[in-house]
């Protein structure tokens, strides 16, 4: 797409985030207030992640790299490469069935309405602060025994540098598995780096592909997973990025 169709293409993401959220947004704040009811909240969150993936002329095709299937009846801490906002949408598109809380940066609450309710559902993080970091794998555990899984973006961010194709792994996803016998969905995401960037003047509608790498069972050497994990994704992403 050429600049300025970019730019109205963004502001229609704009536009659809603002309606979405002022609409979805009210059923999830009130549901939020019950813990219980979080799983209710989660049907909405859905939605909305429905309406903003699919509304930005976005699909996907899931490939298994693996036989392993997930438990229902399991909490997982759900792990993937991270190169987009897209990102979101797509993962809780993928898990109707395991309720997944995020942690996020606190940054986002700066967001008129949709702060108010990211506050309410995820488990926010201040990475200037080492309390606030440690602090994560409690609200995090607390979020699991309430039946949630815990998705993470072990990168910890998107890199500025567009040309990594994989930024090293922070601890936190995989210290939590170790502390909490919580087993790890590894996926992998390829496209969203290219279709929808941070870049404002670039991307396009596609089909992104979502491989799925397997289940890492819960150890007692997080570090070991971690490079596990690392490994599996960055050989995918080799392999398969388009």
Known sequence: MTKILNYLWRFWLLLLAFVLTTTIGIPVYLLSFNKKHYKYSYKFIRLWCFGMFYGMGFRYELIKLSEQEKDRNKEY???SNHTSIMDIMLTCILFPHHPICFV???ELVKIPI??????????MVDRSSAKSRADVYRRCA????????????PEGGVPDD???????FKDGAFMLSSKHNSPIAVYTFIGLKEMFPFENSKGYPGRVKVYFNGIIE???SPKDSKEEAYQVIKKTL????I
């Open 218 to 220: 819960p150890t007692d």
């Open 114 to 123: 949709f702060g108010t309710i990211y506050k309410r559902v995820c488990v």
């Open 162 to 168: 567009t040309s990594v194709i994989l930024d090293n």
């Open 104 to 106: 996020g940066k606190k």
């Open 238 to 241: 080799t392999e398969h990025s």
């Open 142 to 153: 607390e979020k699991m025994e309430e039946g949630n899984s815990i998705a993470i973006f």
């Open 77 to 79: 801490v759900f792990i």
